[in-house]
């Protein structure tokens, strides 16, 4: 990936857990678990699993009901090719 390269993600597959199929702008897959990365007092709501499945598909990046968020070139580092 270039540095300049801006990414969004526009397609999530729900997969178990805490992990997700996360398709991102440049075409690539990516599986994420989120579970490490749910840390820090917005965030630990999250890992109860009836809070973390409460996402949506914005225009760049997921969101969930309490506003919390990733940049989705976090997220393409974070995750492991699929």
Do not use: C
Request: cysteine-free; overall charge negative; aromatic content about 14%.
């Amino acid at each position: 990936m270039e540095e300049h390269e801006l990414l969004r993600i526009v397609d999530v597959e729900y997969l178990h857990d805490y992990t997700m199929d996360l398709e991102f702008s440049n075409g690539e897959h990516r599986i994420v678990d989120f579970k490490p990365l749910l840390t820090g007092k917005l965030r630990e709501p999250l890992l109860k699993l009836d809070n973390f499945i409460q996402f949506a598909l914005t225009d760049w990046t997921l969101e969930w009901y309490n506003g919390v968020d990733f940049a989705p070139e976090y997220l393409y580092e974070k995750g492991k090719a699929a």
